[in-house]
């Protein structure tokens, strides 16, 4: 199984993704966690380029390509061979957030971003991607002064963002969850598990 958690900026998915896959664990499953970009040599270096080198001009194009860079050598080094292992793979972010802060937000054809992600990822898709919405003046209050490249992109482009998981969600209901983000961190926890659950029992045969 193959899960990614997603979201804006100061949603709160760092701590949703260890609570996940703490209980994951619990369940007896063998979990392997990643990030896009990032969880092997080549996309920690395009992620270090894409989100701190506030020094370096990049076009949306060649952002959103980077990405998608990243994204296949992930999915070839670690998301692919920890799935044929029988692992649940846990991914923070992956090609829905492309499409929403690249097409969405950043004015790329959402439906060209779907495409390349396609190709980029050979075809593997998350068997569900939850979304934590929060609204983007509570994201903004979470956000501390030290900031990534994408973090500071200012209000109207993260009100986009959000917009963008919202629109994406609705357009993709079997693919895509949205949970309320700005609930206690133990309430959404239950939502994440509420929403995985039932694909885990099928995956069993529970």
Same mark, same amino acid.
């Given at each position: 199984?193959?899960? *990614?958690?997603?979201?804006?900026?100061?949603?709160?998915?760092?701590?949703?993704? +260890?609570?996940?896959?703490?209980?994951?664990?619990?369940?007896?499953?063998?979990?392997? /966690?990643?990030?896009?970009?990032?969880?092997?040599?080549? %996309?920690?270096?395009?992620?270090?380029?894409?989100?701190? $080198?506030?020094?370096?001009?990049?076009?949306?194009? *060649?952002?959103?390509?980077?990405?998608? @860079?990243?994204?296949?050598?992930?999915?070839?080094?670690?998301?692919?061979? @920890? *799935?044929?292992? %029988?692992?649940?793979?846990?991914?923070? $972010?992956?090609?829905?957030?492309?499409?929403?802060?690249?097409?969405? @937000?950043?004015?790329? +054809?959402?439906?060209?971003?779907?495409?390349?992600?396609?190709?980029?990822?050979?075809?593997?898709?998350? +068997?569900?991607?939850?979304?934590?919405?929060?609204?983007?003046?509570?994201?903004?209050?979470?956000? %501390? *002064? $030290?900031?990534?490249?994408?973090?500071?992109?200012?209000? /109207?482009?993260?009100?986009?963002?959000?917009?963008?998981?919202?629109?994406?969600?609705?357009?993709?209901?079997?693919?895509?969850?949205?949970? +309320? /983000?700005?609930?206690?961190?133990?309430?959404?926890?239950?939502?994440? $598990?509420?929403?995985? /659950?039932?694909?885990? %029992?099928?995956?069993?045969?529970?």
């Amino acid at each position: 199984m193959f899960f *990614s958690i997603d979201g804006g900026d100061g949603c709160g998915k760092s701590t949703q993704i +260890d609570l996940l896959c703490d209980w994951l664990r619990q369940r007896g499953c063998e979990v392997a /966690a990643c990030r896009d970009p990032g969880s092997t040599p080549l %996309g920690e270096a395009v992620r270090e380029l894409l989100l701190h $080198r506030h020094d370096l001009a990049i076009d949306r194009t *060649s952002e959103m390509l980077l990405y998608m @860079a990243a994204r296949a050598q992930l999915v070839a080094e670690f998301v692919r061979p @920890a *799935s044929e292992a %029988g692992k649940i793979v846990v991914c923070d $972010r992956y090609l829905l957030a492309n499409v929403v802060y690249q097409g969405h @937000a950043g004015g790329l +054809d959402v439906d060209t971003l779907w495409q390349v992600g396609r190709v980029a990822t050979g075809g593997l898709m998350p +068997d569900l991607t939850v979304v934590l919405d929060l609204p983007s003046h509570e994201a903004e209050a979470r956000l %501390g *002064s $030290r900031r990534d490249r994408m973090e500071q992109q200012g209000d /109207a482009f993260h009100r986009r963002v959000r917009e963008g998981f919202l629109a994406e969600a609705a357009r993709r209901p079997h693919e895509i969850v949205v949970v +309320d /983000a700005s609930r206690p961190i133990d309430e959404v926890h239950k939502a994440v $598990r509420e929403a995985i /659950a039932p694909l885990l %029992g099928r995956e069993t045969g529970r």
